[in-house]
T-cell receptor, first 113, second 117 residues
């Protein structure tokens, strides 16, 4: 499989537990945020997004929280499953200037059966 | 199920050779991005196009890299001459991004793994 980061922080959870993955973003002018999941040998896969006029958004088993005051984003996965094991990236797009995704460094989630 | 298609999936070449990577974006998407992923640098933006026009290629080494969109169904990234430090996974992504308006998330291909020896 491909390597996506030699020194990624790793979160290890038990199957069935809830997972929380955190991300600090850098640009206070960012207005759109996305969480991606990357499995070995594949490209990043969209999970959930949130715009800066919201502080919470829920999907199926996932919730994204946005705290613009401290520039913090989190991804909560409910009832974590072995298939959730992957590297998770947060990404942001600024409201002005280069309107391209800037990715964080990623967190590896390991789900123990 | 629409997806971004990248070819080849793997490429091994010798230093100095030309490498061309291809991407077929999702039909209807107006923006195409090229990213590079390495162990040390993570995901780096190389270049992106909107409506086939290059908008930003500041992340790309200009002397050896070039990116083009000859038509709406094909984006190419070329390296000439290639060097060992170019070894990485190169991802193409497409989306609908409108200036000043709501955006859609980018959809990524499964990448081209390039090894330059």
């Amino acid at each position: 499989g491909e390597s996506v980061g030699l020194h990624l922080p790793t979160l290890s959870v038990q199957e069935g537990d809830n997972s929380i993955i955190n991300c600090a973003y850098s640009n206070s002018a960012s207005d759109y945020f996305i969480w991606y999941k990357q499995e070995s040998g594949k490209g990043p896969q969209f999970i959930i997004d949130i715009r800066s006029n919201m502080d919470k958004r829920q999907g199926q088993r996932v919730t994204v929280l946005l705290n613009k005051t401290v520039k913090h984003l989190s991804l909560q996965i409910a009832a974590t499953q072995p298939g959730d094991s992957a590297v998770y990236f947060c990404a942001e797009i600024p409201i002005t200037g280069r309107r391209a995704l800037t990715f964080g460094s990623g967190t590896r989630l390991q789900v123990q059966p | 199920d629409a997806r971004v298609t990248q070819t080849p999936r793997h490429k091994v070449t010798e230093m100095g050779q030309e490498v061309t990577m291809r991407c077929q974006p999702i039909l209807g998407h107006n923006t195409v991005f090229w990213y590079r992923q390495t162990m040390m640098q993570g995901l780096e933006l190389l270049a992106y196009f909107r409506n086939r026009a290059p908008l930003d290629d500041s992340g790309m080494p200009k002397d050896r890299f070039s990116a083009e969109m000859p038509d709406a169904t094909l984006a190419t990234l070329k390296i000439q001459p290639s060097e060992p430090r170019d070894s990485a996974v190169y991802f193409c992504a497409s989306g609908s991004i409108l200036a000043g308006k709501n955006n859609s998330p980018l959809h990524f291909g499964n990448g081209t793994r390039l090894t330059v020896t």
